[in-house]
């Protein structure tokens, strides 16, 4: 199976801030990997897919980059609302595999 | 809309099968590009894919539990049920239920994704 590697595992930010996320697969995965944000208690929600492709309804600060083994979710400028844990899912082989999350904490 | 809500037991003790049932609602399993896929969390920890159905009865499973699991669909009734046999402790945690979307395929990527989610079912497996 693909593993997902993503860093940091945490990380604490204000509001404003530019945050960076990264994921990295152990094998080339083309540009089929998505991002997840989940806040607690709550299902995830799609961000990104296809490493950059916005979903319908997803404020335009969150973007996603990178194709092959790196990847990159940034958000431009971090909101209150954006304190969640965000997860990266490669879907370019079965099992598709999530990687083990990025928690995003206030500072 | 589109929405999926899992049901099934809140407590299964070791050893049982878990049944779960996934409903959904605004779109259709016979369309082609669909499926709808089972992810599930452990308390505090990472999300982990388990299997997925799509439209034309393909079935994926996670190999590492792939011998425990069946998912299975019913278009009628729009419901794909996941059974998971000899349940341990360690497969307590939040199971969900996604409608899986697979976009078109060029020669850079060929994507899906899991949009929307259901909310989730707590499952305990707990003498």
């Known amino acids: 199976a693909i593993q997902m590697t993503q860093s940091p595992s945490s990380l604490s930010a204000s509001v404003g801030d530019r945050v960076t996320i990264t994921c990295r697969a152990s094998?080339?995965?083309?540009?089929?990997l998505g991002w997840y944000q989940q806040k607690p208690g709550k299902a995830p929600k799609l961000l990104i897919y296809?490493?950059?492709t916005l979903q319908s309804g997803v404020p335009s600060r969150f973007s996603g980059s990178g194709s092959g083994t790196d990847f990159t979710l940034t958000i431009s400028s971090l909101q209150p609302e954006d304190f969640a844990t965000y997860y990266c899912l490669q879907d370019y082989n079965y099992p598709w595999t999530f990687g083990q999350g990025t928690k995003v904490e206030i500072k | 809309q589109i929405t999926l809500k899992e049901s099934g037991p809140t407590l299964v003790k070791p050893t049982q099968t878990l049944t779960l049932t996934c409903t959904f609602s605004?779109?259709?399993?016979?369309?082609?590009?669909?499926?709808v896929g089972w992810i599930r969390q452990p308390p505090g920890k990472a999300l982990e894919w388990l299997a997925l159905?799509?439209?034309?009865?393909?079935?994926r499973y996670s190999p590492s539990l792939e011998s425990r699991l069946t998912i299975t669909k019913d278009t009628s009734k729009n419901q794909v049920v996941l059974t998971m046999t000899n349940m341990y402790p360690v497969d307590t945690g939040t199971y969900y239920c996604a409608r899986a979307r697979r976009g078109y395929c060029n020669s850079i990527s060929c994507p899906n994704w899991f949009d929307p989610w259901g909310q989730g079912t707590l499952v305990t497996v707990s003498s």
């Open positions: 605004g779109f259709s399993l016979s369309t082609s590009g669909v499926g």
């Open positions: 094998q080339d995965i083309r540009n089929d």
């Open positions: 296809a490493a950059s």
């Open positions: 159905i799509y439209w034309d009865d393909a079935k």
